[in-house]
T-cell receptor, first 118, second 109 residues
Framework: NAGVTQTPKFRVLKTGQSMTLLCAQDMNHEYMYWYRQDPGMGLRLIHY???????AKGEVPDGYNVSRLKKQNFLLGLESAAPSQTSVYFCASSYPQGLAGIGYNEQFFGPGTRLTVL | KNEVEQSPQNLTAQEGEFITINCSYSVGISALHWLQQHPGGGIVSLFMLSSGKKKHGRLIATINIQEKHSSLHITASHPRDSAVYICAAHKGDTDKLIFGTGTRLQVFP
């Protein structure tokens, strides 16, 4: 199993350009998440999804859009990139809480995408 | 003030030393995670706990719900333990995590 994969690993954009980050998981997880990690700050949730076809806003959703058309994929889009979106982006996935009595579940993280917006 | 605070921010140790990293939180939580992020950037879950203590190899995690505090201990530290250790809490009964800013550990031979 590949676990959680992210494409691309690195990207440099100019202000105003658009791009899509792809997250894929092969663990049949219901829940998927997009985070950003900035120096001196903890990981912050951008958007998340509790199942195919559903998405919800996290802590810092402005400037981003997401889609979950297939259970295994979660896409993060930047329509008009800004320098403030320079960051490392992590995708994660998990089973729902309470599955099979496990309680709150471990999140599995992808390797990250380093994005620079000039 | 962050809802999840870690201390220290940076920690250096000699190989073999006993390491303690602390995590305090100010909100009601249902479970707490300890994560490890290596210099290459990948993040791995070490522990998830809601009470008591868990042990895996040289790593031990404890949590005191009443005191809103958790600790991660590393016994007989090794240079390969050098990484950023992150505490993250499930706030209330949600699946969303609130992350601390991490503790950067360097273990020298």
């Amino acid at each position: 199993n590949a676990g959680v994969t992210q494409t691309p690993k690195f990207r440099v954009l100019k202000t105003g350009q658009s791009m899509t980050l792809l997250c894929a998981q092969d663990m049949n997880h219901e829940y998927m998440y997009w985070y950003r990690q900035d120096p001196g700050m903890g990981l912050r949730l951008i958007h998340y999804s509790v199942g195919e076809g559903t998405t919800a806003k996290g802590e810092v959703p402005d400037g981003y859009n997401v889609s979950r058309l297939k259970k295994q994929n979660f896409l993060l889009g930047l329509e008009s990139a800004a320098p403030s979106q320079t960051s490392v982006y992590f995708c994660a996935s998990s089973y729902p809480q309470g599955l099979a009595g496990i309680g709150y579940n471990e999140q599995f993280f992808g390797p990250g995408t380093r994005l620079t917006v000039l | 003030k962050n809802e999840v605070e870690q201390s220290p921010q940076n920690l250096t140790a000699q190989e073999g030393e006993f390491i303690t990293i602390n995590c305090s939180y100010s909100v009601g939580i249902s479970a707490l995670h300890w994560l490890q992020q290596h210099p290459g950037g990948g993040i791995v879950s070490l522990f998830m706990l809601s009470s008591g203590k868990k042990k895996h190899g040289r790593l031990i995690a404890t949590i005191n719900i009443q005191e809103k505090h958790s600790s991660l201990h590393i016994t007989a530290s090794h240079p390969r333990d050098s990484a950023v250790y992150i505490c993250a809490a499930h706030k209330g009964d949600t699946d969303k995590l609130i992350f601390g800013t991490g503790t950067r550990l360097q273990v020298f031979p």
